[in-house]
């Protein structure tokens, strides 16, 4: 009850205070490109309710037909003005209005697309007993992750093997620390971004022994695509940071 009373006061006076900034971040979204400002996606909250995520919009309008859902660094759909959007996070800002709402909260695992939550029923069905975040510790851990995902061969598998897994081992690890004084300090660190980041190296060796999407049921994996050899993806992500 303290947290949701604590998310509802902060959103609100977040969206009062920042209302110029988004107003003219809403501007010059309208005016780079024709499409809608917002961008809404389905993702999965509390208890699995699915419902709609808002973020500005930051890519051309048809961009899921023009590639995956991926969004890797120098992604060629991604709008000038999404770039600088992106690279400072304030395509998030429009979230606020999920917090307000209480689809969301200012600190908890970020909402994940229900595809690939579905690869993964065991952990999120722990990882769906609290609210998603804006922000959350694996959030500023991957704060990197579109140019983790530029280095990786198949972008989607590398998310799903690599990526995805690590960050569910910290959302679960999160689960027995929350507290007001967490997420006052996890909203801090967002703010500043200070932290480590995930280094491509560490991704590789860490993350599989999480979950390794060979080893899940094929009705699992059945749209993934085939392994590659690990050593050749290690091979070409650690090339990137030569």
């Given at each position: 009850?303290?947290?949701?009373?604590?998310?509802?006061?902060?959103?609100?006076m977040?969206?009062?205070?920042?209302?110029?900034?988004?107003?003219?971040?809403?501007?010059?979204?309208?005016m780079?490109?024709?499409?809608?400002?917002?961008?809404?996606?389905?993702?999965?909250?509390?208890?699995?309710?699915?419902?709609?995520?808002?973020?500005?919009?930051?890519?051309?309008?048809?961009?899921?037909?023009?590639?995956n859902?991926?969004?890797?660094?120098?992604?060629?759909?991604?709008?000038?003005?999404?770039?600088?959007?992106?690279?400072?996070?304030?395509?998030?800002?429009?979230?606020?209005?999920?917090?307000l709402?209480?689809?969301?909260?200012?600190?908890?695992?970020?909402?994940?697309?229900?595809?690939?939550?579905?690869?993964?029923?065991?952990?999120?069905?722990?990882i769906?007993?609290?609210?998603?975040?804006?922000?959350?510790?694996?959030?500023?851990?991957?704060r990197?992750?579109?140019?983790?995902?530029?280095?990786?061969?198949?972008?989607?598998?590398?998310?799903?093997?690599?990526?995805?897994?690590?960050?569910?081992r910290l959302?679960?690890?999160?689960?027995?620390?929350?507290?007001?004084?967490?997420?006052?300090?996890?909203?801090?660190?967002?703010?500043?971004?200070?932290?480590?980041?995930?280094?491509?190296e560490?991704?590789?060796?860490?993350?599989?022994?999480?979950?390794?999407?060979?080893?899940?049921?094929?009705?699992?994996?059945?749209?993934?695509?085939?392994?590659?050899?690990?050593?050749?993806?290690?091979?070409?992500?650690?090339?990137?940071?030569?």
């Amino acid at each position: 009850m303290l947290k949701r009373s604590f998310d509802f006061m902060v959103a609100t006076m977040g969206l009062t205070l920042l209302s110029p900034v988004m107003a003219v971040i809403a501007a010059a979204v309208k005016m780079d490109g024709p499409g809608p400002v917002f961008f809404r996606q389905e993702r999965l909250g509390l208890h699995g309710r699915r419902f709609r995520i808002y973020k500005f919009r930051s890519m051309v309008t048809d961009a899921e037909s023009r590639g995956n859902r991926f969004t890797v660094g120098g992604d060629a759909r991604v709008t000038r003005v999404g770039r600088f959007l992106r690279r400072h996070k304030l395509d998030e800002l429009p979230q606020l209005l999920n917090v307000l709402t209480g689809e969301m909260s200012l600190v908890g695992p970020r909402p994940e697309v229900p595809e690939y939550a579905d690869f993964f029923p065991a952990e999120y069905a722990r990882i769906l007993t609290v609210r998603p975040g804006i922000t959350h510790a694996a959030t500023l851990r991957f704060r990197n992750e579109e140019e983790l995902l530029a280095g990786a061969g198949d972008p989607r598998r590398a998310y799903l093997e690599n990526v995805m897994p690590a960050k569910m081992r910290l959302y679960v690890e999160s689960l027995s620390r929350q507290s007001l004084r967490h997420d006052i300090a996890t909203i801090v660190q967002t703010v500043l971004q200070v932290g480590d980041t995930a280094t491509p190296e560490e991704l590789l060796l860490d993350a599989p022994e999480v979950v390794n999407i060979a080893n899940l049921p094929r009705a699992r994996r059945e749209h993934v695509p085939a392994p590659a050899a690990r050593a050749a993806s290690a091979g070409r992500v650690r090339q990137t940071v030569a």
